[in-house]
């Protein structure tokens, strides 16, 4: 009985693998790519007066990628991938318990600076930065349709795959997926997902240099090539070295930044869920 109580107690209220935020720059440049030409849908606007930072909730088929503009220049540094969000039903009680698991947060949990809801941030086992946010919308629309099937996986690198696991099912409370392994390049990648999203932990032992936290997002297309042609068309640069196959084997991937020079992929292969 005292054993159930504990567990209990230190399971997290997670409901939702909610957005990937990007710190980003200017608003105009942001919504050519992620709306006119990727297609995605803009689900919320919020504006953050202290930092004068617009925040543009933009979903791609079933995921919310937060664009942080910063309105001043001078603010416009450290742009790119910056946090995952989780939507909890009990910040204050997370906060309380991973906090004595030994995690490091900002700050106390506190209003939100878009004032919608309360938030907090942490530091996960692996060093990515992850926002916990209690508030009454999701934001989530139905999926949108178009050029994007399905927001395939927020990329995370993993140098120590099992403190990842761990906290990513333990605390976080998603659940094995798919686990995949390229012998030849010593690489392991496991999927974990909450519902609809993924998140992709990548443990390369040998890789140097060290990639950044959250190394990428990627998208699902039906056709690399073509995606990439439509891509050059619109005056997206591929990166060096792509289209190529995959890793694994499955499919092809081709890889731009964004304006916030974020690595975005897209995937041609099947939906991780029918792999
Ligand atoms: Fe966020
Ligand atoms: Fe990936």
């Known amino acids: 009985m005292q054993c159930h109580y504990r567990l209990q107690e230190e399971k997290t209220m997670i409901t ?53 503009c910063r309105g001043n ?17 009990d910040l204050d009680g997370d906060y309380e318990k991973l906090l004595a698991a030994g995690f490091v947060f900002t700050s106390p949990p506190k209003v939100a600076g878009s004032g919608d809801g309360r ?14 946010i209690q508030r009454d919308q999701s934001y989530k629309n139905p999926k949108v349709e178009g050029r994007i099937l399905s927001f395939d996986h927020i990329s995370l690198s993993a140098h120590d795959l099992q403190a990842a696991e761990s906290f990513y099912t333990e605390k976080m409370g998603m659940k094995e997926l798919k686990r995949m392994r390229v012998d030849a390049t010593d690489l392991t990648m496991v999927y974990l997902n909450y519902g609809e999203d993924v998140i992709e ?30 891509l050059a068309s619109r005056g997206v640069e591929i990166l060096q070295g792509f289209p190529k196959q995959a890793g694994t084997g499955i499919g092809r991937i081709t890889m731009v930044k964004d304006p916030n020079g974020a690595r975005i992929e897209f995937v041609d292969r099947k939906d991780l869920r029918e792999l």
């Open 16 to 68: 939702e693998l909610n957005h990937v935020g990007i710190v980003a720059g200017a608003v105009e440049e942001n919504l050519n790519f992620y709306v006119d030409i990727l297609g995605g849908k803009v689900v919320n606007e919020g504006y953050i007066e202290a930092s004068n930072t617009k925040c543009i909730y933009v979903q791609l088929a079933s995921g919310i990628i937060e664009l942080l």
């Open 73 to 89: 220049e001078k603010d416009r540094v450290n742009l790119g991938l910056n946090h995952v969000c989780f939507l909890t039903d």
């Open 119 to 132: 938030l907090t941030f942490l530091t996960d086992s692996i060093g990515t930065r992850v926002e916990l």
């Open 201 to 230: 932990l990548l443990n390369r032992p040998n890789q140097q240099p060290v990639s950044p936290p959250i190394g990428h997002i990627a998208l699902r297309v039906d056709n690399v090539d073509e995606m990439g042609e439509y």
